[in-house]
């Protein structure tokens, strides 16, 4: 990596204020964090604002083109936007590139909203702890990335702890993910034993200085080779030899396979710390791709100077109790959004207006001006906004391909405690399935008024529980039903196996029908019994 001009300013919006959308999206990178809980995405999206802020401070402290008043804009914005881990989105600069973090829940059981908040992001950076390697939870994140074909970034944090061998690390990457692992920070010392770090691209050897107080940020120097030799001794030879051994085996970073989701590029580091974080912004301004023409349902490439279109990636209710407001989360596509123009809604072919945008930076709202194609923003609405919906200018005919649903795993069925009280039930059921916290499903045995929840985890079921009674005034009832695995079944499913004790056949409210049964063995004896089983829609995770 090359290192950035400390002394370069701060971009201005004004000086490209009659820029092109896509002149706009050329200066924007948008990516999310994908990890397995505990191995650092809270820590590491600090780390990331830290460096920048940083990288900032000394540009303002170098004082270039009269622009003093880098840091504070940069202060200005993190204090009014009150950065923090709970945050739907931090933001931050490096030299003229604003980069987007979207958050991903952390929990396991939260999966399907990471999977939303994947459309809504063209790269991702796959977080692993050194100890643990490739988690359970990344694994199945990374399938996601995978089905979108999203670049990924690979940090293997947690380097000044004892961990893995470095290259085995890779081998676990590789055989794990399919991604050919390129090093582009490779570290000098093993795990808890960290001495510096080698810029493949550069050949330049860093000395990192741990901080000696807490809060502090490590300090990297650049070396000469002879200096490294004689500092690391035996160290800088075992770096030298293990990226001579990835070169040899063609494992050198190639942004077109990088891009085309073949290769990942690979950095080493410790979040807590701020080792390597520089480089990792650096990557996302120089490697990670901006936002690119997303395509429409008929596969067509939207031009992100075509006017402005929005995809909805995330709905969410109640955030502000002296509201009750329903907030959709956006992701700018295409053209220019500004909160003076009517929005169209193809879904229901109703408008919308845009006046209530907000930008979803920290926890507290503010109004929003303008946003161009990476950008995401809230979009306060009246219930009507689903994952997966386009909104979009008058002018637009662009509709985008809707979010596929996960096969739920878990089932509870669920009766309002107080029964005088049941329009409030199904309304908010209604609703929390339309955010798509849970899966709302009927059959006609159990009839209209007593629905069962589906969900991919248990979790989402206290969540809904809770919001019956927090926002609806409708405390829930919810029995667990003994089944975890739902073949989703084409079109009527009692055409295609009878009713029998062991299983339980629902409807979803989007229409497709699902045979519940107890597990997986239950699924393949069914299988065997009713062979148009096999020709089911989905099979989990998409
Ligand atoms: P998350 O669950 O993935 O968001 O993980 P957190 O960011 O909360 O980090 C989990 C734990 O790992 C915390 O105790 C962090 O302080 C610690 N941690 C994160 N990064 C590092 C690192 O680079 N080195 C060390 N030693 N600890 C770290």
Redesign the pocket.
Same mark, same amino acid.
Request: aromatic fraction near 6%; glycine fraction near 8%; hydrophobic fraction near 40%.
């Given at each position: 990596m090359s290192t950035p001009d400390l002394a370069a300013p701060a971009p201005s919006d004004q000086v490209v204020v009659d820029a092109a959308p896509s002149e706009h999206a050329a200066r924007r990178r948008t990516v999310a964090i994908i990890?397995h809980?505990? $191995? *650092?995405?809270?820590?590491?999206t600090e780390a990331l604002l830290l460096e920048a802020q940083r990288i900032h401070e000394a540009g303002a402290t170098h004082g270039k083109r009269g622009r003093p008043a880098t840091v504070s804009d940069w202060m200005e914005m993190e204090q009014s936007r009150g950065i923090s881990?709970s945050s739907a989105a931090v933001q931050c600069r490096i030299d003229d590139v604003l980069v987007t973090v979207v958050d991903t829940p952390?929990h396991a059981d939260f999966s399907e909203d990471t999977f939303r908040v994947l459309s809504a992001v063209d790269a991702v950076i796959m977080?692993i702890d050194a100890a643990k390697g490739v988690e359970a939870q990344t694994r199945q994140l990374f399938t996601a990335c995978a089905a979108r074909g999203l670049p990924v970034v690979t940090f293997v944090?947690?380097w000044?702890?004892p961990g893995l061998d470095a290259l085995a690390l890779l081998e676990e990457v590789e055989a794990t993910t399919g991604l050919v692992p390129t090093p582009l920070l490779w570290p000098v010392g093993v795990a808890g034993e960290l001495h510096g770090l080698l810029d493949v691209t550069t050949g330049a050897p860093l000395a990192v200085t741990r901080p000696q107080h807490a809060g502090e940020r490590a300090v990297h120097t650049p070396v000469s080779h002879p200096d490294a030799e004689r500092s690391w001794g035996a160290g800088w030879t075992s770096c030298l030899e293990e990226v001579a051994l990835l070169r040899a085996n063609g494992q050198v970073h190639d942004q077109e396979l990088f891009v085309g989701h073949a290769s990942t590029p690979v950095l080493f *580091? $410790? $979040?807590?710390?701020g080792?390597g974080i520089r480089t990792l912004l650096e990557v996302l301004r120089d490697l990670v791709p901006p936002p690119q023409p997303r395509r429409d349902v008929g596969g067509t490439p939207v031009a992100l100077d075509a006017p402005f279109t929005g995809y909805v990636f995330k709905v969410q209710s109640g955030m502000n109790s002296a509201h009750r407001d329903r907030f959709a989360y956006v992701r700018t596509c295409s053209g220019r959004f500004d909160t003076a123009m009517t929005l169209q809604h193809p879904r229901t072919g109703r408008t919308l207006t845009a006046k209530y945008a907000q930008s979803v930076f920290g926890q507290r709202r503010e109004a929003l001006l303008e946003a161009w194609p990476g950008d995401v923003f809230g979009l306060v609405h009246g219930g009507q906004l689903q994952p997966g919906d386009t909104i979009r200018a008058v002018s637009s005919r662009a509709v985008y391909p809707g979010m596929p649903r996960f096969d739920p795993t878990s089932f509870v069925s669920v009766g309002p405690v107080d029964s005088s009280r049941h329009k409030q039930f199904h309304r908010g059921l209604e609703l929390l399935d339309a955010e798509g916290t849970i899966q709302l499903m009927h059959s006609t045995a159990r009839g209209p008024q007593n629905p069962v929840l589906g969900a991919v985890g248990v979790l989402q079921f206290e969540v809904a529980a809770d919001r019956m009674e927090r926002e609806y005034h409708c405390p829930v009832v919810v029995s667990p039903l003994p089944f975890t695995r739902a073949l989703a079944v084409p079109g009527h499913a009692h055409e295609v196996v009878p009713a029998g004790r062991d299983r339980e056949i629902l409807t979803r409210s989007d229409g497709q029908d699902f045979l519940l049964v107890s597990d997986e063995h239950a699924a393949r004896a069914l299988r065997r019994r009713y062979p148009r089983l096999w020709e089911t829609a989905g099979e989990g995770a998409p």
């Amino acid at each position: 990596m090359s290192t950035p001009d400390l002394a370069a300013p701060a971009p201005s919006d004004q000086v490209v204020v009659d820029a092109a959308p896509s002149e706009h999206a050329a200066r924007r990178r948008t990516v999310a964090i994908i990890s397995h809980p505990d $191995a *650092g995405k809270s820590t590491l999206t600090e780390a990331l604002l830290l460096e920048a802020q940083r990288i900032h401070e000394a540009g303002a402290t170098h004082g270039k083109r009269g622009r003093p008043a880098t840091v504070s804009d940069w202060m200005e914005m993190e204090q009014s936007r009150g950065i923090s881990i709970s945050s739907a989105a931090v933001q931050c600069r490096i030299d003229d590139v604003l980069v987007t973090v979207v958050d991903t829940p952390g929990h396991a059981d939260f999966s399907e909203d990471t999977f939303r908040v994947l459309s809504a992001v063209d790269a991702v950076i796959m977080l692993i702890d050194a100890a643990k390697g490739v988690e359970a939870q990344t694994r199945q994140l990374f399938t996601a990335c995978a089905a979108r074909g999203l670049p990924v970034v690979t940090f293997v944090n947690k380097w000044d702890r004892p961990g893995l061998d470095a290259l085995a690390l890779l081998e676990e990457v590789e055989a794990t993910t399919g991604l050919v692992p390129t090093p582009l920070l490779w570290p000098v010392g093993v795990a808890g034993e960290l001495h510096g770090l080698l810029d493949v691209t550069t050949g330049a050897p860093l000395a990192v200085t741990r901080p000696q107080h807490a809060g502090e940020r490590a300090v990297h120097t650049p070396v000469s080779h002879p200096d490294a030799e004689r500092s690391w001794g035996a160290g800088w030879t075992s770096c030298l030899e293990e990226v001579a051994l990835l070169r040899a085996n063609g494992q050198v970073h190639d942004q077109e396979l990088f891009v085309g989701h073949a290769s990942t590029p690979v950095l080493f *580091g $410790a $979040a807590s710390l701020g080792i390597g974080i520089r480089t990792l912004l650096e990557v996302l301004r120089d490697l990670v791709p901006p936002p690119q023409p997303r395509r429409d349902v008929g596969g067509t490439p939207v031009a992100l100077d075509a006017p402005f279109t929005g995809y909805v990636f995330k709905v969410q209710s109640g955030m502000n109790s002296a509201h009750r407001d329903r907030f959709a989360y956006v992701r700018t596509c295409s053209g220019r959004f500004d909160t003076a123009m009517t929005l169209q809604h193809p879904r229901t072919g109703r408008t919308l207006t845009a006046k209530y945008a907000q930008s979803v930076f920290g926890q507290r709202r503010e109004a929003l001006l303008e946003a161009w194609p990476g950008d995401v923003f809230g979009l306060v609405h009246g219930g009507q906004l689903q994952p997966g919906d386009t909104i979009r200018a008058v002018s637009s005919r662009a509709v985008y391909p809707g979010m596929p649903r996960f096969d739920p795993t878990s089932f509870v069925s669920v009766g309002p405690v107080d029964s005088s009280r049941h329009k409030q039930f199904h309304r908010g059921l209604e609703l929390l399935d339309a955010e798509g916290t849970i899966q709302l499903m009927h059959s006609t045995a159990r009839g209209p008024q007593n629905p069962v929840l589906g969900a991919v985890g248990v979790l989402q079921f206290e969540v809904a529980a809770d919001r019956m009674e927090r926002e609806y005034h409708c405390p829930v009832v919810v029995s667990p039903l003994p089944f975890t695995r739902a073949l989703a079944v084409p079109g009527h499913a009692h055409e295609v196996v009878p009713a029998g004790r062991d299983r339980e056949i629902l409807t979803r409210s989007d229409g497709q029908d699902f045979l519940l049964v107890s597990d997986e063995h239950a699924a393949r004896a069914l299988r065997r019994r009713y062979p148009r089983l096999w020709e089911t829609a989905g099979e989990g995770a998409p």
